[in-house]
């Protein structure tokens, strides 16, 4: 059975901790009656520490968390915890970006799983994972591959198709559809076909980058992360 752990790192400067208790106790609530196993606790300290070491104990498939919406200038200055933690753990990181009151309000929902490719070989590493994602819950696979050179889009694709092959041994058990896109700017150009095609989850697999090369080229996951709303 699926268990949710809820971890709040308590940082010197912030509210008492029973008020934090407080808000983990509805939220847990909140999860056990959608019928989800879940725990909480609260632990002081640094969150690059904590909550590798929770998802250590706990022996996490995945890490669920908010993104922030800063610029470029302040990703230089602070990197996000997000940035560092995806580079501490070794499990997959869900990241959701800024939402509006309406969008938090459309509840859970999985019928279209998305996982972009561009040229880079890293980013088909996510593709078995996103299509296990969308077996396991009846969704569609979106395939989006951008790239300037058609030729090199035809090829991602092909490449695409033989890794599912390879992943269901042979015919694939999902909807799957692939969308080739022909531009420079990956990032925009990943968010607008994702979106047009409906898609609930975005499957990604980060490339490690420095502080200096985030701002320069801010990478794909990133974006993704700050301009979409799944």
Same mark, same amino acid.
């Given at each position: 059975?699926?268990?949710?752990? *809820?971890?709040? +790192?308590?940082?010197?400067?912030?509210?008492?901790?029973? /008020?934090?208790?407080?808000?983990?106790? &509805?939220? =847990?609530?909140?999860?056990?009656?959608?019928?989800?196993?879940?725990?909480?606790?609260?632990?002081?300290?640094?969150?690059?520490?904590?909550?590798?070491?929770?998802?250590?104990?706990?022996?996490?498939?995945?890490?669920?968390?908010?993104?922030?919406?800063?610029?470029?200038?302040?990703?230089?200055?602070?990197?996000?915890?997000?940035?560092?933690?995806?580079?501490?753990?070794?499990?997959?990181?869900?990241?959701?970006?800024?939402?509006?009151?309406?969008?938090?309000?459309?509840?859970?929902? *999985?019928?279209? +799983?998305?996982?972009?490719?561009?040229?880079?070989?890293? /980013?088909?590493?996510?593709?078995?994972? &996103?299509? =296990?994602?969308?077996?396991?819950?009846?969704?569609?696979?979106?395939?989006?591959?951008?790239?300037?050179?058609?030729?090199?889009?035809?090829?991602?694709?092909?490449?695409?198709?033989?890794?599912?092959?390879?992943?269901?041994?042979?015919?694939?058990?999902?909807?799957?559809?692939?969308?080739?896109?022909?531009?420079?700017?990956?990032?925009?150009?990943?968010?607008?076909?994702?979106?047009?095609?409906?898609?609930?989850?975005?499957?990604?697999?980060?490339?490690?980058?420095?502080?200096?090369?985030?701002?320069?080229?801010?990478?794909?996951?990133?974006?993704?992360?700050?301009?979409?709303?799944?």
């Amino acid at each position: 059975p699926i268990q949710v752990h *809820l971890l709040h +790192v308590l940082r010197d400067d912030e509210r008492p901790a029973e /008020s934090v208790e407080k808000q983990l106790m &509805a939220l =847990a609530r909140r999860v056990e009656d959608a019928g989800v196993d879940c725990t909480f606790e609260i632990l002081p300290g640094d969150p690059l520490a904590c909550i590798p070491d929770a998802a250590s104990r706990f022996h996490a498939d995945c890490i669920a968390m908010t993104v922030s919406g800063r610029s470029a200038l302040d990703r230089t200055v602070i990197q996000s915890t997000y940035h560092q933690l995806r580079e501490a753990v070794t499990c997959p990181v869900l990241a959701m970006g800024p939402r509006s009151d309406s969008e938090r309000g459309r509840g859970a929902r *999985l019928e279209t +799983v998305s996982c972009p490719l561009d040229d880079m070989e890293r /980013s088909q590493d996510a593709l078995p994972d &996103a299509a =296990a994602i969308a077996l396991a819950y009846g969704a569609r696979l979106h395939v989006p591959i951008a790239n300037w050179d058609p030729e090199t889009a035809e090829g991602i694709r092909e490449n695409a198709q033989l890794r599912l092959n390879s992943a269901f041994t042979g015919r694939i058990p999902i909807e799957c559809e692939f969308t080739l896109i022909e531009s420079r700017n990956l990032g925009k150009s990943f968010v607008r076909s994702i979106e047009n095609a409906g898609a609930d989850l975005i499957v990604t697999a980060a490339e490690p980058k420095s502080t200096l090369a985030e701002t320069i080229h801010p990478s794909v996951t990133d974006s993704f992360a700050m301009l979409s709303t799944c």
